[in-house]
């Protein structure tokens, strides 16, 4: 009987912990309280390659391993990557200058993705806050003098993020609980 349930929770693992991977995402960067979104290729901000964005569009589909978001504008290169249990900002200062106050926002094309999203490391001397408002996740920063951002300096802050898997997720699970019985069945009237 252990052995069976080990089979069972192996088949079922690798699908139960996809969280945010596979879910359709619009991401947003706005400086100064402005209304352009700097992550939308349109703008001519968005680096030609290396990012999911680098496409059409600041909607994408999440992937892991992949880059979802970049910016890039001489001063700083800026990146929001989601892994299946993490929302992870870069900024990379690659010249002496002021952070601007920024904004991230996620929205998720599916109400009910988020369930919760939490502080899990910072390094970035301008971070403010994160909040999660039904399907979308806004991260601020606040602005910052020149001494906080020294040429070279790579800031990084981190999130840990709770996510309900997509429906699809859940069938190839139901698939594999499925397949898992019809085999214990046939095996128990062969003996």
């Known amino acids: ?25 619009t991401g947003s960067l706005q400086f100064n309280g402005g209304g352009l979104n700097y992550f939308s290729p349109a703008n001519g901000f968005v680096p030609a390659s290396g990012y999911l964005n680098s496409g059409a569009s600041a909607t994408v589909v ?34 002496v200058n002021n952070n601007a106050p ?6 998720s094309a599916n109400s009910g993705v988020f369930t919760s999203i939490s502080l899990a490391s910072n390094n970035h001397p301008g971070y403010s806050s994160v909040t999660l408002v039904g399907n979308v996740i806004t991260v601020s920063f606040v602005s910052v003098g020149i001494a906080s951002e020294a040429a070279g300096t790579q800031f990084t802050t981190t999130f840990n993020v709770n996510a309900v ?13 499925a397949g898992l019985i019809v085999w214990r069945r046939r095996r128990a009237r062969a003996h």
């Open 165 to 177: 898997p997509e429906p699809a997720t859940f069938a190839v699970a139901g698939a594999a609980l």
């Open 1 to 25: 009987m252990l052995r069976k349930l080990s089979l069972a929770v192996a088949l079922l693992a690798p699908v139960s912990f996809a969280g945010v991977i596979g879910q359709t995402i």
């Open 62 to 95: 999440a992937a892991d391993p992949a880059i979802e978001w970049g910016y890039s504008d001489g001063s700083n290169t800026d990146s929001a990557d989601f892994t299946p249990t993490q929302l992870i900002i870069g900024d990379f200062a690659s010249n």
């Open 102 to 107: 920024a904004t991230y926002s996620f929205t």
